[in-house]
């Protein structure tokens, strides 16, 4: 069982900057990949970014390609998710995920199902 928690949500201007930790903790780490969802008020969570533990390479929602950049420091089983250029509709719970397999035959995947192991979530408001 893989246990996760989110840090490093607040409230911040538009344009402005935060990042996101997630540390994963449990039996020995091991997942294909490991992703960041949001959820805005009265809507779905959403897909954000998810990378390749091992590679390293990564996948963007449209939404936020060109301002979030999601990395991992393997050696602390801690991904992060940089936030630039943050805008009011980024307000949302974030939440990070681990893959629920250790190897994929078709590269990374957007949807939640693919996801077996949650954070509890942390709160992002970008007032305007």
């Known amino acids: 069982q893989v246990q996760l928690v989110e840090s490093g949500g607040g409230l911040v201007q538009a344009g402005g900057s935060l990042r996101l930790s997630c540390v994963a903790s449990?039996?020995?780490?091991?997942?294909?990949?490991m992703g960041w969802f949001r959820q805005s008020s009265g809507k779905e969570r959403e897909f954000v970014a998810t990378?390749?533990?091992?590679?390293?390479?990564?996948d963007y929602a449209d939404s936020v390609k060109g301002r979030f950049t999601i990395s991992r420091d393997s050696a602390k089983n801690t991904m992060y998710l940089q936030m630039d250029g943050l805008k009011p509709e980024d307000t949302a719970v974030y939440y990070c995920?681990?893959?629920?397999?250790?190897?994929?035959?078709?590269?990374?995947?957007?949807?939640?199902?693919?996801?077996?192991?949650w954070g509890q979530g942390t709160q992002v408001t970008v007032s305007s």
């Open positions: 995920a681990a893959d629920r397999l250790l190897f994929r035959d078709f590269g990374l995947s957007r949807e939640e199902s693919e996801y077996d192991s």
């Open positions: 449990g039996r020995t780490f091991s997942r294909y990949s």
């Open positions: 990378i390749r533990w091992i590679r390293g390479t990564t």
